[in-house]
Nanobody, 121 residues
Framework: VQLQASGGGLVQSGGSLRLSCTVSGSVVSVNAMAWYRQAPGKQRELVAGATRALVTNYADSVKGRFTVTRDNAKNTMLLQMNRLEPEDTAVYYC????????????????WGQGTQVTVSS
């Protein structure tokens, strides 16, 4: 089981990017999914998340600018980022709580490899 994140890049302030996260491999279910980010010299922080029931939550700093969506049938999650600011510059990580096998007693936490988002002023 792997999480593959993509869609990062360099964009000017005020621009937009869309990140994608896909769960590959055979799984029983993908529960909560979330995007985190880590800027140089700072701790990793939650950006946005979506439960399997499609309940979403956002960091205050991105509310009204970012939108998280997911497709349970495809085990994918998107993060649409609008009105990007230089402060959004960070490596963005995809995270998911996944129940891999019926033989497992509980789900496990998985992380993607990270994708760089750079916003120039």
């Amino acid at each position: 089981v792997q999480l593959q994140a993509s869609g990062g890049g360099l964009v000017q302030s005020g621009g937009s990017l869309r990140l994608s996260c896909t769960v590959s491999g055979s799984v029983v279910s993908v529960n909560a999914m979330a995007w985190y980010r880590q800027a140089p010299g700072k701790q990793r922080e939650l950006v946005a998340g979506a439960t399997r029931a499609l309940v979403t939550n956002y960091a205050d700093s991105v509310k009204g600018r970012f939108t998280v969506t997911r497709d349970n049938a495809k085990n994918t999650m998107l993060l649409q980022m609008n009105r990007l600011e230089p402060e959004d510059t960070a490596v963005y990580y995809c995270n998911a709580d996944i129940w891999v096998s019926y033989e497992d007693e509980h789900s496990e936490d998985y992380w993607g490899q990270g994708t760089q988002v750079t916003v120039s002023s």
